[in-house]
C-alpha cells in the first residue's frame, strides 16, 4: 500500500533553518509529481510547494519564495523540504502528499514550530 512517511520537524527559532523529509513506497515514486502542504491552528490545509516526477520543475507558494526549496532523489524515494529564513507564521503541522490512481494520500504529518 501507498505509504507516505515525514520526518524533520522540531522546534527552531525565527530566521533558523530545517530540513524535512518524506520516504515513500508502495508506487513508482519515480512516476509522480510530489507535494508539500502544510496546516496552522484554525487554518485550512495549504499547498507550499511542488515538484514534478523528474525533478525538473518547481512551483512554490508566494509566502515562501525565496525561503524554502523542493527536492527529491528519486534513488531513495525521498523528496525534501528545506526551510531557510523561518518565520513564527510557518508553523504550523507539515504534510507530504501524492496523487495515485485516482486517490490522494498523505503523511501523518510533521510539526514544525517556529518561536523564541
Known amino acids: 500500500q501507498v505509504q507516505l512517511v515525514e520526518s524533520g520537524g522540531g522546534l527552531v527559532q525565527p530566521g533558523g533553518s530545517l530540513r524535512l523529509s518524506c520516504t515513500a513506497s508502495?508506487?513508482?515514486?519515480?512516476?509522480?509529481?510530489m507535494h508539500w502542504y502544510r496546516q496552522a491552528p484554525g487554518n485550512e490545509r495549504e499547498l507550499v510547494a511542488i515538484i514534478s516526477s523528474g525533478g525538473g520543475s518547481t512551483n512554490y507558494a508566494d509566502f515562501v519564495k525565496g525561503r524554502f526549496t523542493i527536492s527529491r532523489d528519486n534513488a531513495k524515494n525521498t523528496v525534501y523540504l528545506q526551510m531557510n529564513a523561518l518565520k513564527s507564521e510557518d508553523t504550523a503541522v507539515y504534510y507530504c502528499n501524492t496523487a495515485y490512481k485516482n486517490w490522494d494520500y498523505w503523511g501523518q504529518g510533521t510539526q514544525v514550530t517556529v518561536s523564541s
Open positions: 508502495g508506487f513508482p515514486f519515480r512516476n509522480n509529481d
